[in-house]
């Protein structure tokens, strides 16, 4: 899990030698869109923000756009323009797509900012889609708009399943429901605090989750079983100051299977 993060100054710009000086780089002046270029909110985009009708393949799609206030004049850190970009950028997403369960989903936020040369001039923008992730780990193109998805039974078409186990393996392979897996994220995504506030410890974070996920869990499968049982992840602190606050639950099976958990109740688990 994670943010896709892009400033229009790695889209565009470039480096090359100068000469007479020992491996000297220079940045050239990227040509960064000006706010009134920019996508707008609802519009479908390719990587590199041209607007495409929604019912073509695409890879992202405009969830808002807002403007930095209060980093100065001088051209920010990365670190600064992610605690300020992201968090507003999670909030918009979580609208957008009608549930703030978006981090069980194979759905993350991909925000982009304005280039060094941008920042001179006196632009101040940001930018914020959603993009699909495949199993891969690369940006899907998709048909179709995801505007109000994840109300009703949107969420299983974008639902995260991992192959190995969320509670013990430490990077999470993920793959297609469809395919031979171990676990499921559910429903129920569980937020555990504000990022301006101190990162938890993670006996705070097991003690939250706990309860939360069984029953979380449970509702999801329809019936407590011996074969499923409640896990969880969260994330570290750097990601804490940059809005990820919160538990994902994942329904675990004793072992892989194919098929689905949800609502599977009493039956036996898939083969």
């Known amino acids: 899990m994670g943010v896709g993060l892009l400033s229009l100054a790695l889209l565009a710009g470039c480096t090359s030698t100068v000469p007479g000086t020992p491996d000297g780089e220079v940045v050239r002046p990227s040509i960064t869109p000006s706010p009134q270029e920019l996508p707008q909110h609802g519009q479908c985009t390719d990587g590199a923000l041209k607007v495409l009708p929604c019912t073509e393949?695409?890879?992202?799609?405009?969830?808002?756009?807002?403007?930095?206030?209060?980093?100065?004049?001088?051209?920010p850190s990365e670190r600064d323009l992610r605690r300020s970009a992201i968090p507003a950028c999670r909030t918009a997403l979580a609208a957008y797509l009608g549930s703030t369960d978006h981090d069980a989903t194979r759905l993350q936020?991909?925000?982009?900012?304005?280039?060094?040369?941008?920042?001179?001039?006196?632009?101040?923008?940001?930018?914020?889609?959603?993009?699909e992730i495949g199993p891969d780990g690369q940006r899907k193109k998709r048909t179709g708009a995801l505007k109000g998805v994840l109300k009703g039974e949107g969420f299983a078409q974008v639902q995260l399943c991992a192959q190995g186990s969320p509670g013990v393996d430490e990077q999470l392979k993920i793959v297609g429901c469809d395919a031979r897996h171990q676990a499921e994220a559910v429903p129920g995504v569980l937020n555990i605090g504000a990022h301006t506030s101190p990162t938890p410890s993670r006996e705070?974070?097991?003690?939250?989750?706990?309860?939360?996920c069984a029953g979380a869990v449970t509702g999801y499968v329809g019936a407590e079983r011996p074969d499923v049982f409640p896990a969880w992840r969260a994330f570290g602190s750097q990601a804490w100051s940059e809005g990820y606050t919160t538990v994902v639950c994942y329904a675990e099976a004793t072992r892989p299977f194919t098929g689905r958990l949800w609502g599977l109740g009493d039956k036996p688990l898939p083969g």
């Open 57 to 75: 393949p695409h890879e992202g799609e405009v969830v808002a756009l807002g403007q930095f206030t209060g980093l100065g004049d001088a051209y």
């Open 109 to 131: 936020p991909q925000v982009l900012w304005v280039s060094r040369d941008g920042w001179a001039r006196g632009d101040r923008w940001r930018l914020c889609t959603v993009v």
């Open 204 to 212: 705070q974070v097991d003690a939250r989750a706990r309860e939360h």
